[in-house]
């Protein structure tokens, strides 16, 4: 009788479980229950990326599956050009943006960020050899950077001739081929890329810009943003996330620090 107990006591339990996943699930404001969908690039490793087995791979791939696992949702990754993601979040085409953005006082004006997942900075990246050797170097030369991103301003203030590019392999190629004399870039994508691919470039040491990454949320969603972030806490505080980030990077970016997401 007692077993008979224990047992009944153990579906109740199973039982009540799964009611407040289903329950948090319906207060995720998601727009399709039990679905977490994403905008992702896929070009852009390592943030995202394709395997050798065309399945798309990359940090915030890895974090944002795991994210969802986590939620106990399906994780529905959106593939879209980097100057349409805000676009496409604002008219609900997708719940989540993954895509590598850095989180700025500007755009915290206009989505809500969850706390940062990853940190880095941006870098001047050059041919080995050349005569360009601090950031300053590069004003006259024509500069590379992805278009719509920091990076693009940063050459800009630096006085370089920027040369705008939808994909970042693209402004790397036309680095290698002599197209450019430097590209300005995320630190981790650079030295991903270099690394990966036996490049004849380097990254300069001294850093143009110290930033965060966020996924980014439309805003008044509460819910999602909190869960997104209690997520995101749990995975780096048992190891998951530097398990899954080292792999590719060799090391863990997990931000010391994170920006918190602003109250709405």
Do not use: C
């Not at 100057?83 to 895509?99: C, F, H, K, P």
């Not at 050059?126 to 940063?154: C, D, F, M, Q």
């Not at 004399?181 to 810009?209: Q, R």
């Not at 749990?234 to 863990?252: C, K, N, P, Q, W």
Request: charged content about 20%; proline content about 5%; overall charge negative.
């Amino acid at each position: 009788m007692k077993l008979k107990f224990l047992a009944l006591g153990a579906v109740t339990a199973l039982s009540m479980a799964f009611a407040t996943g289903a329950m948090a699930q319906g207060e995720l404001e998601l727009l399709v229950p039990g679905k977490l969908s994403a905008a992702t690039e896929g070009t852009y490793p390592p943030f995202s990326m394709r395997a050798p087995s065309g399945e798309l791979d990359g940090l915030e791939i890895r974090i944002m599956s795991e994210v969802a696992k986590r939620l106990g949702l399906e994780y529905d990754p959106v593939l879209v050009k980097w100057e349409s993601v805000l676009i496409g979040l604002e008219a609900d085409q997708y719940d989540i943006i993954s895509v590598a953005m850095d989180i700025t006082e500007e755009r915290q004006k206009a989505v809500t960020f969850a706390d940062g997942w990853l940190e880095s900075g941006g870098r001047v990246i050059v041919r080995e050899g050349s005569e360009i050797t601090t950031p300053a170097g590069i004003a006259a030369h024509p500069v590379g950077g992805l278009v719509a991103s920091n990076w693009t301003k940063i050459a800009e203030d630096l006085g370089g001739e920027v040369k705008a590019y939808k994909a970042e392999s693209d402004a790397v190629q036309d680095l290698v081929n002599g197209n450019v004399d430097a590209i300005v870039t995320d630190a981790v994508a650079a030295g991903y890329t270099i690394k990966a691919s036996n490049l004849p470039l380097v990254m300069l040491e001294e850093p143009v810009s110290s930033i965060q990454k966020g996924f980014a949320i439309k805003k008044g969603k509460p819910n999602l943003t909190a869960a997104v972030n209690k997520a995101l806490a749990d995975m780096i505080a048992d190891g998951t996330y530097a398990r899954l980030t080292t792999e590719l990077v060799g090391y863990s970016p997990a931000p010391a620090n994170p920006i918190r997401s602003l109250a709405e």
